[in-house]
């Protein structure tokens, strides 16, 4: 398994950024002597010959785009080299373990998986591991000594998502501080892998991380974190360490909004270290579902973090999953005059208007009785649970939405006039007449973004 080539790592699609989901595994696999081959499929086609040299494939599954890729990818590759040992791993991997351990894969790891991949390899190397499938195992939650990420033969940066500022376009490079979660959204996959578990990566491999992506050409990062202030304390560490040491770089993050709340007074801080953008998963402004997914956070939370953030001078920028079975109309018509009334319309990529609940196997939601009046059958070959609206208009607006988002996001429409679009379709789905709003103004300020707008 030495040799070069003898294993790949297959990156599927990682929110539009260089994957670190297998820069990390081959930085472990080379420190252990191993020399992997890495493709990423969201930006160069799988190369037939790399495929048929290998004796490992291992696919990066961690969100649920990157399953359905990578089911392809492994269909392709059992195609090709029929004798090759084929391993998912991520947060959907061990999730749907069942359906993959059935069909195309070998074996499944989820949550700290590197040291576990590595002990894989050379369990295939010693000849322990035939090709009867392995049994599903419960995801690895050990805290691992972290070599730097090996990012080399990995696609440029200028590949990837960039960040749009002042007109712009900038190269944008992506780090961890943290892995896993210590919260227990009942919609979110993390949970069901992690426990309300996270591990912190040390301050000196994340240094070394952003100082080869500052080398690569990149002025902002993002810190991917499922949550960046889960350790405030290391958080700080980390932006006051980035910030010293690259004192132009600015940076984005993720954080609920309960941890905007609890750590308002450091939001001048972060913004006089770099920070460019928050994003925050307010989901909703129904406090009725918010309780459903367990958020922790209600409809006045949201507008106090958006006030909080805003008057630190950094932009706030909501996702929200508008499509649930407890979501009415009125929630939905509310939702988007919010969005209009706190002039949030250039923070929000239209995408997010459209999204549904996204149920997979093992979700939290389906151990509650709040969604099994809705609820329907595993769509297996899908990876998640169907379920259906008690009103069937709003399945009709939701069709409606995903195709206008969908062909303005092809177009590259201005989001200000597909807003306007979805404004209109939710009006007409309650009868009102729709009042279109001026053209936007083509030159107009607009808040920083990553030129990615897709994110499940």
């Not at 010959?49 to 269909?75: C, D, F, N, Q, Y």
């Not at 009867?132 to 195992?137: E, F, G, K, N, Q």
């Not at 591990?199 to 974190?225: C, M, N, S, W, Y």
Request: with cysteine; charged share 20%; hydrophobic share 45%.
């Amino acid at each position: 398994m030495k040799e070069p080539g003898a294993i790949l790592l297959v990156a599927c699609y990682e929110l539009g950024h260089q994957p670190l989901t297998v820069a990390w595994p081959a930085a472990f696999l080379e420190r252990a002597g191993y020399s992997p081959a890495v493709v990423d499929v969201s930006v160069d086609p799988l190369d037939a010959e790399r495929v048929a040299r290998a004796k490992l494939v291992a696919i990066s599954v961690p969100m649920h785009t990157a399953l359905r890729l990578g089911v392809v990818v492994a269909e392709r590759v059992r195609a090709i080299n029929p004798g090759c040992y084929i391993a998912f791993y991520g947060l959907y991997a061990t999730l749907n373990a069942d359906h993959l351990l059935s069909g195309v894969g070998d074996s499944v790891m989820s949550g700290e998986i590197e040291s576990a991949l590595v002990r894989l390899v050379q369990r295939l190397e010693a000849g322990a591991v035939g090709r009867t499938r392995d049994a599903p195992v419960a995801p690895t939650l050990e805290k691992l000594p972290f070599p730097v990420p090996s990012r080399a033969k990995l696609p440029i940066l200028k590949r990837y998502a960039q960040l749009e500022r002042d007109g712009g376009l900038e190269l944008a490079g992506h780090v961890e501080a943290s892995r896993g979660c210590k919260h227990l959204c009942r919609h979110c996959p993390i949970p069901p892998v992690y426990g309300g578990r996270f591990f912190v990566v040390p301050l000196e491999v994340l240094l070394a991380d952003v100082r080869q992506q500052v080398a690569a050409g990149a002025t902002h990062i993002t810190f991917g974190d499922p949550d960046f202030l889960n350790g405030p304390g290391h958080a700080l560490a980390v932006t006051q360490a980035v910030h010293a040491e690259f004192p132009g770089l600015t940076f984005d993050f993720t954080a609920k909004v309960e941890h905007l709340l609890r750590h308002r007074e450091r939001l001048p801080e972060l913004a006089r270290q770099g920070c460019a953008f928050i994003v925050t998963a307010a989901e909703s402004l129904s406090d009725t579902v918010l309780a459903h997914l367990d958020k922790g956070h209600t409809r006045a939370d949201i507008e106090t973090a958006l006030d909080a953030v805003r008057s630190a001078g950094i932009t706030l920028r909501p996702t929200w999953v508008p499509f649930t079975p407890w979501t009415t109309l009125d929630d939905y018509r509310e939702l988007l005059d919010f969005v209009e009334a706190h002039q949030l319309v250039d923070a929000i990529d239209p995408v997010q208007y459209s999204i549904r609940l996204l149920v997979p196997p093992g979700s939290l939601l389906l151990d509650g009785p709040a969604l099994r009046p809705y609820l329907g059958p595993l769509v297996r070959d899908q990876f998640h649970y169907r379920w259906t609206h008690p009103d069937p208009g709003m399945e009709a607006l939701h069709a409606g939405v995903s195709a206008a988002v969908a062909a303005a996001a092809a177009q590259r429409e201005d989001a200000a006039i597909t807003f306007d679009r979805v404004r209109a379709l939710a009006g007409r789905a309650a009868g009102a007449e729709h009042q279109s709003f001026p053209a936007p103004a083509a030159g107009r300020k607009r808040a920083p973004r990553l030129t990615e707008p897709w994110f499940c």
